[in-house]
């Protein structure tokens, strides 16, 4: 079965400085796609960035970066740069492309403190 | 403007009375899927549907119903809301995706509270 881990309930981190949330996937699928969300206090979810099975590089937005290591079967977020707006709760995803009905599995989340 | 809509985005009922949120897309996706979440607990699928007239449960469908006659609208129903069905509910959508490359487009959320 599908399955997101996430171990980091909660993290700080000093504002300007870079910080790794951490999830790792479960899979047997060849083909799947790891997505990033956030989510602020005011309750919306909002995408940050996709990781793809197949991709040869490590997924970039901005200030976001996804630490593929497929052999380990881990998918981090790395954020540069800490701003005071990053504080919210970040989520790690995976969808299958070929089993499970292409569904999408969520990890517990990761609540993101920024200190000023 | 592509959104999925849910609504309402706030409601208080009583134990026992019939409610259904609603939750439309305009996006023509096949993928639809329903979530809670608790604290600490991060989301939990509900139920998902990958298209119209079918549907599939997720990791805690108890207490819930859906349908998906037409393929813009996955509306989650309770048909006796207890107070353990207090959460705060979302709604997503994907177009089917063979290769997992898109992500899934969610409401705004529905808070609800069973007193």
């Known amino acids: 079965a599908q399955k997101i881990t996430q171990t980091q309930p909660g993290m700080f981190v000093q504002e300007k400085e870079a910080v790794t949330l951490d999830c790792t996937y479960d899979t047997s699928d060849p083909s799947y796609g790891l997505f990033w969300y956030k989510q602020p206090s005011s309750g919306e979810m909002i995408f940050l960035i996709y990781?793809?099975?197949?991709?040869?590089q490590n997924a970039t937005e901005g200030r976001y970066s996804l630490n593929f290591q497929k052999a380990r079967k881990s998918a981090n977020l790395v954020i540069s740069a800490s701003q005071l707006g990053d504080s919210a709760m970040y989520f790690c995803?995976?969808?299958?492309?070929?089993?499970?009905?292409?569904?999408?599995?969520f990890g517990p989340g990761t609540r993101l403190s920024v200190l000023p | 403007e592509a959104q999925v809509t849910q609504n309402p985005r706030y409601l208080i009922t009583v134990t026992g009375k019939k409610l259904t949120v609603t939750c439309s897309q305009n996006m023509n996706h096949e993928y639809m899927s329903w979530y809670r979440q608790d604290p600490g607990l991060g989301l939990r699928q509900i139920y998902y549907s990958m298209n119209v007239e079918v549907t599939d449960k997720g990791d805690v469908p108890e207490g819930y119903k859906v349908s998906r006659k037409e393929k813009r609208n996955f509306p989650l129903i309770l048909e006796s809301p207890s107070p353990n069905q207090t959460s705060l509910y979302f709604c997503?959508?994907?177009?089917?995706?063979?290769?997992?490359?898109?992500?899934?487009?969610f409401g705004q959320g529905t808070r609800l509270t069973v007193v």
């Open positions: 990781q793809g099975s197949y991709d040869q």
């Open positions: 997503a959508s994907s177009p089917r995706d063979s290769l997992a490359r898109t992500e899934a487009f």
């Open positions: 995803a995976m969808r299958e492309g070929r089993g499970y009905g292409q569904n999408f599995v």
